[in-house]
Nanobody, 123 residues
Framework: QVQLVESGGGLVQPGGSLRLSCVASGRGFSVYSVAWFRQAPGKEREFVGAISWSGSETHYTDSVKGRFTISRDYAKNTVFLQMDSLKPDDTAAYYC????????????????WGQGTQVTVSS
């Protein structure tokens, strides 16, 4: 069993940056792939990106490529989502998810979820 807790959301101006954290508790997190999703009001949940269990590979949806970066710190059982050059369209609740599988690029099959953290990009 893995529990995930996101933090780091908030209000930021367009062009600004935020770093979200996803802290895991439970055994074996180091062998889990981890993804970030987001959901804006009235919209479907969207896959943002993911990192492999090894931390050596990442995958991003086209709309965030070059602006968002996912990394992980095994000692802290934490996965980060660094978000730069934020746009109003990035406004959403952001969720981290985990699965013990190698297909980290696949937006399905994620079975551990956090409660989400709100990101609002507005002037």
């Amino acid at each position: 069993q893995v529990q995930l807790v996101e933090s780091g959301g908030g209000l930021v101006q367009p062009g600004g940056s935020l770093r979200l954290s996803c802290v895991a508790s439970g055994r074996g997190f180091s062998v889990y792939s981890v993804a970030w999703f987001r959901q804006a009001p009235g919209k479907e949940r969207e896959f943002v990106g993911a990192i492999s269990w090894s931390g050596s590979e990442t995958h991003y949806t086209d709309s965030v490529k070059g602006r968002f970066t996912i990394s992980r710190d095994y000692a802290k059982n934490t996965v980060f989502l660094q978000m730069d050059s934020l746009k109003p369209d990035d406004t959403a609740a952001y969720y981290c998810a985990a699965k013990r599988a190698s297909d980290y690029w696949n937006d399905s099959g994620w079975y551990y979820w956090g409660q989400g953290t709100q990101v609002t990009v507005s002037s």
